[in-house]
């Protein structure tokens, strides 16, 4: 049950687009279509912006967006606007119905 | 409107025990999985459990596994976390989720759990 692998933080200036990274093994992500993404804003839960590699929960704007590669998944966020300043986590299914979070990527928006 | 409010969380010594609760609401709880999940202050979030929807089956990350018990009451809305044997690196805001077996689909505030002497 080894975390996923993040990058600690990531960046972007208003308007542009920011790709955040989750790596994990076949045992998880490479072995499943399940991955999900979640914002945390300081002090807050989280919120699922992505499901199942792609999907985007009702409310979440358009502008979230998820893909997977072999043994690693990403989150972009296009048009980035200030309100996504925020912490990132990934999720994936790791069998034996056991869930495995990455360790968080801080998003600043310049 | 889905409302998850934990409660239970509270400073205690290593070795002790504390019993979380999750009082679900504005869904049919009993049709969902249930999961815990925490986050050590500063630090990323952790999967701790999971429950299925009638009770019958459960999970455990390797760090809890033996000394947590998750488990649910679905005439009341409810879910638990037993914790016993308590150690400082369970020191963390534990949160309850709602979801299935793939995905926590939304969280509750969650309960801060302090294990110092």
């Known amino acids: 049950q080894s975390a996923l692998t993040q990058p600690p933080s990531a960046s972007g200036s208003p308007g542009q687009s920011v790709t955040i990274s989750c790596a994990g093994t076949s045992s998880d992500v490479g072995g499943y279509n399940y991955v999900s993404w979640y914002q945390q804003h300081p002090g807050k839960a989280p919120k699922l912006m992505i499901y199942e590699v792609s999907k985007r929960p009702s409310g979440v704007p358009d502008r979230f967006s998820g893909s997977k590669s072999g043994n690693t998944a990403s989150l972009t966020v296009s048009g980035l606007q200030t309100e996504d300043e925020a912490d990132y986590y990934c999720?994936?299914?790791?069998?034996?119905?056991?869930?495995?979070f990455g360790g968080g990527t801080k998003l600043t928006v310049l | 409107e889905v409302q998850l409010v934990e409660s239970g969380g509270g400073l205690v010594q290593p070795g002790g025990s504390l019993r979380l609760s999750c009082a679900a609401s504005?869904?049919?709880?009993?049709?969902?999985?249930m999961h815990w999940v925490r986050q050590a202050p500063g630090k990323g979030l952790v999967w701790v459990s999971r429950i299925n929807s009638d009770g019958s089956s459960t999970s455990y990350a390797d760090s809890v596994k033996g000394r947590f018990t998750i488990s649910r009451d679905n005439a009341k809305n409810t879910l638990y976390l037993q914790m016993n044997s308590l150690r400082a690196e369970d020191t963390a805001v534990y949160y309850c989720?709602?979801?299935?077996?793939?995905?926590?689909?939304?969280w509750g505030q969650g309960t801060l759990v302090t294990v110092s002497s």
């Open positions: 999720s994936s299914y790791a069998g034996s119905n056991n869930l495995v």
């Open positions: 504005g869904f049919t709880f009993s049709s969902y999985w």
């Open positions: 989720a709602k979801g299935g077996s793939r995905v926590a689909d939304y």
